[in-house]
């Protein structure tokens, strides 16, 4: 037998007696990590799967609430949203509260719509958008029903600059301000639309059309 012969034979006799150590010593913390592993990415799976689920039935209980409105089964629509807002995934039960809140409106029930939409608002736990879309809607329903003062108490902070909502936000100031006698608030408003041009072309025509009313009414003419 050669010298390297031999020295080959020594270093895996070597290495397999290191490996019986390892094993004996390390072999059922080994096995343990690697179940662990298993057993994590099945749960992992599992819960992705669940969540897919119960998505889709949420879309699906979701989407037949609203055929019950287009049915004009507002009603039976209303029960079928607050059971979804009751029991659904987060991104569906807020928007089955915005859509109650709709409903609410459409059967002429405009302050218990601005209740709901009160109550989406003032809920921490819901998304800050449908949060911020709820005090929009609010707040445009009080400018028929409620004070300028009610309004400008829900839509005020979204009509400054940056945020989305903010020409809608101005247009309901704006109409809230014009009702209330004070044109000069109104016309502030109106200009602030008019001036923007990232404002749709639908809403910075109207807001013209009310800063030429404004202005025949003796108001600040249009800048």
């Given at each position: 037998?050669?010298?390297?012969?031999?020295?080959?034979?020594?270093?895996?006799?070597?290495?397999?007696?290191?490996?019986?150590?390892?094993?004996?010593?390390?072999?059922?913390?080994?096995?343990?990590?690697?179940?662990?592993?298993?057993?994590?990415?099945?749960?992992?799976?599992?819960?992705?799967?669940?969540?897919?689920?119960?998505?889709?039935?949420?879309?699906?209980?979701?989407?037949?609430?609203?055929?019950?409105?287009?049915?004009?089964?507002?009603?039976?629509?209303?029960?079928?949203l607050a059971?979804?807002?009751?029991?659904?995934?987060?991104?569906?039960?807020?928007?089955?509260?915005?859509?109650?809140?709709?409903?609410?409106?459409?059967?002429?029930?405009?302050?218990?719509?601005?209740?709901?939409?009160?109550?989406?608002?003032?809920?921490?736990?819901?998304?800050?958008?449908?949060?911020?879309?709820?005090?929009?809607?609010?707040?445009?329903?009080?400018?028929?029903?409620?004070?300028?003062?009610?309004?400008?108490?829900?839509?005020?902070?979204?009509?400054?600059?940056?945020?989305?909502?903010?020409?809608?936000?101005?247009?309901?100031?704006?109409?809230?301000?014009?009702?209330?006698?004070?044109?000069?608030?109104?016309?502030?408003?109106?200009?602030?639309?008019?001036?923007?041009?990232?404002?749709?072309?639908?809403?910075?025509?109207?807001?013209?059309?009310?800063?030429d009313l404004?202005?025949?009414?003796?108001?600040?003419?249009?800048?």
């Amino acid at each position: 037998m050669s010298d390297d012969s031999f020295i080959r034979e020594v270093d895996e006799e070597l290495r397999s007696e290191k490996m019986q150590q390892f094993w004996s010593r390390y072999g059922k913390l080994v096995i343990g990590v690697a179940l662990s592993i298993v057993l994590l990415t099945a749960g992992y799976r599992g819960y992705k799967f669940y969540q897919e689920s119960q998505a889709e039935t949420a879309g699906d209980a979701f989407m037949a609430a609203v055929q019950l409105s287009n049915d004009n089964k507002h009603d039976e629509a209303i029960k079928a949203l607050a059971k979804l807002a009751d029991t659904g995934p987060e991104a569906y039960a807020a928007l089955a509260r915005m859509r109650m809140a709709s409903e609410l409106t459409g059967k002429g029930e405009a302050k218990a719509a601005v209740a709901a939409y009160d109550k989406i608002a003032d809920n921490s736990k819901i998304d800050d958008t449908y949060r911020d879309l709820a005090r929009l809607r609010a707040g445009l329903l009080l400018v028929d029903i409620g004070t300028r003062d009610e309004v400008k108490k829900r839509i005020e902070v979204l009509a400054k600059p940056g945020i989305p909502f903010r020409h809608s936000a101005r247009e309901g100031l704006g109409l809230a301000a014009w009702k209330a006698g004070d044109l000069k608030e109104a016309a502030k408003y109106f200009t602030l639309i008019s001036n923007d041009q990232d404002a749709p072309n639908s809403m910075r025509g109207r807001a013209n059309l009310m800063l030429d009313l404004i202005a025949g009414k003796g108001g600040p003419a249009r800048k």
